[in-house]
């Protein structure tokens, strides 16, 4: 069965339809649907109702599969993490975030799974980081280029709101030990296409470090406005059983959270990338 590819927006986003995701794709599907990434950015798959094990092993078929050190997991299958607005504060997936950039190698991508969505409200927008580096003039261009930014996990993940238990605290502590602030290239090549892609984002990135904290502050903010202007987005409406794969090392996303108290649980498998250069 040939993949149907049709594109959503000019900056990023396409569909993806002629797979049924429940079962192992071959060779030639992950190439084909590898190629529309690397095009494309973010993938859409509608009616794909999936396990968490269906999920996981397509999401490895990309590469090695990340393991959430706060968010909770399905039990049988911890590389699949639960976003469940009943049991979870996911309040920080309510920013643009690019996922896990507080590692030193953050993920390739992430592929999400709607299991339980609210009557209306809980779309999700991608940003593309390529078209937004494009956009900026020569000058900001050359003034970036070389520059570095720290990102940490406490901005997205404060101890007030996930250390409220002393479990919680414990696993809070150990995540702030592994994952101390890092630093990440403000604009990064992205390591199949050579595409140069803005690499910044307001969930983790907290200074520029070549510059006076003035001026990071300054220059950030116009960044964080800059890559999120509409041209550079695309804001999908879920359905049930819908299946999101991106590409995050080129990607910001925003988590509209309109709907409460409706109920909202997705299921989310991350894949492990490689050192930003």
Known sequence: MSLTITPLSTALGAQISGIDLSRAINDEQRDSIEQALLKHQVLFFRDQPINPQ????FAARFGDLHIHPIYPNVPETPQVLVLDTAVTDVRDNAIW???VTFLPTPALG?????KQLPSYGGDTL????????EALSAPLKQLLDGLTATHDFTKSFPLERFGTTPEDLQR??????????????VIRTHPVSGRKSLFVNDGFTTRINELNEAESEAIL????????????TIRWRWQENDVAFWDNRVTQHYAVDDYRPQRRVMHRATILGDAPF
């Open 54 to 57: 269906q999920q996981a092993d």
């Open 221 to 232: 903010k116009l960044l964080f406005a800059h890559a999120t202007r509409p041209e550079f």
């Open 126 to 133: 991608w940003a593309s980081g390529i078209a937004a580096f």
């Open 172 to 185: 809070w502590e150990a995540t702030r030990r592994n994952n101390p602030p890092l630093s990440h290239p």
């Open 97 to 99: 975030h690019t996922d």
């Open 110 to 114: 992430a592929v999400l799974s709607a």
